[in-house]
T-cell receptor, first 113, second 116 residues
């Protein structure tokens, strides 16, 4: 049973701080890693993807991947109240000529003014 | 470009009934996948279709089935509904099979199914 683990939170940070979200996965064959943001009552939207070890930066977001430790994280710099949402980690493996994602249950982030 | 469209947005059914949900992918996207989201289990993969063929299936009972039409629109059917089927059902489309490096998932707004 492939597992993707996230701390459910809530993670509460003050506005302007760095929010650090973490995710571990069980399947060493996993190939692609994604972070989705889901606002309450809305559908998930992709914010970051990472495929190789190291850091990937996009604006205020940085994804970090360590395949040896089976660990992926998301850093949000200068956190804003509009970042308050649930963040889903997704890990993808190749199967049947396609890519199958396994999602974590998400971490709730609250950014307070 | 229009996003992924799911209909209906809300459904209320009783145990034992069956239900059909519809998903229209982004124009040009040939892959459609379905997910069940519940507070207890999170977002779980149901199945994926590409060019009218089911590519993969998640760990759900046979009561859950789907199909894809030649225009890439997809339907999901759940027969003999159980209380535990109450969930948000999300459809996602991508240009290539699955969620790969060049083919992120684009989710629809979901169908909220309540089984009483």
């Amino acid at each position: 049973q492939k597992e993707v683990e996230q701390n459910s939170g809530p993670l509460s940070v003050p506005e302007g701080a760095i929010a650090s979200l973490n995710c571990t996965y069980s399947d060493r064959g996993s190939q692609s890693f994604f972070w989705y943001r889901q606002y309450s009552g809305k559908s998930p939207e992709l914010i970051m993807s990472i495929y190789s070890n190291g850091d990937k930066e996009d604006g205020r977001f940085t994804a970090q991947l360590n395949k040896a430790s089976q660990y992926v994280s998301l850093l949000i710099r200068d956190s804003q109240p509009s970042d308050s949402a649930t963040y889903l980690c997704a890990v993808t493996e190749r199967a049947g000529g396609s890519y199958i994602p396994t999602f974590g249950r998400g971490t709730s982030l609250i950014v307070h003014p | 470009k229009a996003g992924v469209t799911q209909t209906p947005r809300y459904l209320i059914k009783t145990r034992g009934q069956q239900v059909t949900l519809s998903c229209s992918p982004i124009s040009g996207h040939r892959s459609v996948s379905w997910y069940q989201q519940t507070p207890g289990q999170g977002l779980q993969f149901l199945f994926e279709y590409f060019s009218e063929t089911q590519r993969n299936k998640g760990n759900f009972p046979g009561r859950f089935s789907g199909r894809q039409f030649s225009n890439s629109r997809s339907e999901m059917n759940v027969s003999t509904l159980e209380l535990g089927d109450s969930a948000l059902y999300l459809c996602a489309s991508s240009s290539l099979p699955g969620q790969g490096a060049d083919s992120p998932l684009h989710f629809g707004n979901g169908t909220r199914l309540t089984v009483t």
